[in-house]
């Protein structure tokens, strides 16, 4: 059971859009800032949004994120076939002084 | 850019001892926190613990009774080691870089070396 809460699948066809929820708590989403992972099949994660709705350079824009209160959100807009991927959400917990993780979100494009 | 490689035994038995090391390239071990996560077959990620340059160290609780993180700043590595080992923990191991406890993401990750426990 992880400490953030993530609908294990989601799904979209290509060109539209596809928003993924990350529920967590008062001791980590609702103090701390979301950062969101991307792992395709067979890969290392790597990091797609920081600190709730940051890119790093080389992610596209049709990625974003955002955070209100103990929830946070990735979108995902224009969607590829390549976005086929895991996506987790992360956050630091106060209580626990360390980092958290959601259980992960599989999107499938349909 | 930044670099990590995991390195260590793909197959250890139950009870023994797991030992990997995380070589970091392309930057100094002595900025910056070092961070171990796992992830086993088809499951999510969960971390593990993360250290400082100066030995400073964080475990997750769960844990932190068969878990211990080191670094050696002069080879720029550092290292996990989870004893008392059981078929639970066989999973990819991720060594990746943490910002800071402030800007807390986890960039870049090392590819990730998988793990089987098993006689």
């Known amino acids: 059971q992880s400490v953030l809460t993530q609908p294990p699948s989601a799904s979209g066809t290509p060109g539209r859009g596809v928003t993924m929820s990350c529920s967590g708590s008062?001791?980590?989403?609702?103090?701390?800032?979301v950062h969101w992972y991307q792992q395709l099949p067979g890969a290392a994660p790597k990091l797609l949004i920081y600190?709730?709705?940051q890119r790093p350079s080389g992610v596209p824009g049709r990625f974003s994120g955002s955070k209100s209160g103990t929830s946070a959100s990735l979108a995902i807009s224009r969607l590829q076939s390549g976005d086929e991927a895991d996506y987790y959400c992360?956050?630091?917990?106060?209580?626990?002084?360390?980092?958290?993780f959601g259980g992960g979100t599989k999107l499938t494009v349909l | 850019q930044v670099q990590l490689q995991e390195s260590g035994p793909g197959l250890v038995k139950p009870s023994e001892t797991l030992s990997l090391t995380c070589t970091v390239s392309?930057?100094?071990?002595?900025?910056?926190?070092w961070t171990w996560i796992r992830q086993p077959p088809g499951k999510g990620l969960e971390y593990i613990g993360y250290?400082?340059?100066?030995?400073?160290?964080n475990y997750s609780p769960s844990l932190r009774s068969r878990v211990s993180i080191s670094v050696d700043t002069s080879k720029n590595q550092f290292s996990l080691e989870l004893s008392s080992l059981t078929a639970a923990d066989t999973a990819i191991y991720y060594c990746?870089?943490?910002?800071?406890?402030?800007?807390?993401?986890?960039?870049?990750w090392g590819q990730g070396t998988p793990v089987t426990v098993s006689s």
């Open positions: 392309g930057d100094s071990i002595t900025s910056y926190y």
């Open positions: 600190t709730n709705d």
């Open positions: 990746a870089r943490l910002v800071s406890k402030r800007y807390n993401w986890f960039d870049p």
């Open positions: 250290i400082f340059y100066t030995g400073s160290t």
């Open positions: 992360a956050a630091w917990d106060d209580s626990l002084n360390g980092p958290v």
């Open positions: 008062s001791s980590n989403i609702g103090s701390n800032t």
